[in-house]
């Protein structure tokens, strides 16, 4: 089993900049992708960001392409976020999540573990 804590969120003006952390404990052998989700109000989940094992494979939604940045640290068991250029339309409880296959994809459902999520209000 492997327990995922996000930390990072908060209120931040548009334009300005988040950086959202996850920290896995747990048993967390073995090669395992991480992903960020998000929920904003009346809105479906959403796919944000997604970061492979190793590293060399990101992915990335469209709309927080080119602004939103994943990255881990192995070593450290955790995986970030960076946001950038922030929008309201941004706002939006953040849930890191993880797929012990890791495929990395932006399906909902490959993700067995979830954190408990983490609120980012962007004001205008």
């Known amino acids: 089993q492997v327990q995922l804590a996000e930390s990072g969120g908060g209120l931040v003006q548009a334009g300005g900049s988040l950086r959202l952390s996850c920290a896995a404990s747990?048993?967390?052998?073995?090669?395992?992708?991480m992903a960020w989700f998000r929920q904003g109000p009346g809105k479906e989940r959403e796919f944000v960001a997604s970061i492979t094992w190793s590293g060399r494979y990101q992915y990335y939604g469209d709309s927080v392409k080119g602004r939103f940045t994943i990255s881990r640290d192995n070593a450290k068991n955790t995986v970030y976020l960076q946001m950038n250029s922030l929008t309201p339309e941004d706002t939006a409880v953040y849930s890191c999540?993880?797929?012990?296959?890791?495929?990395?994809?932006?399906?909902?459902?490959?993700?067995?573990?979830w954190g408990q999520g983490n609120q980012v209000n962007v004001s205008s």
């Open positions: 999540a993880a797929d012990r296959s890791n495929r990395a994809n932006s399906y909902v459902l490959n993700y067995g573990y």
């Open positions: 747990g048993h967390t052998f073995g090669s395992y992708s």
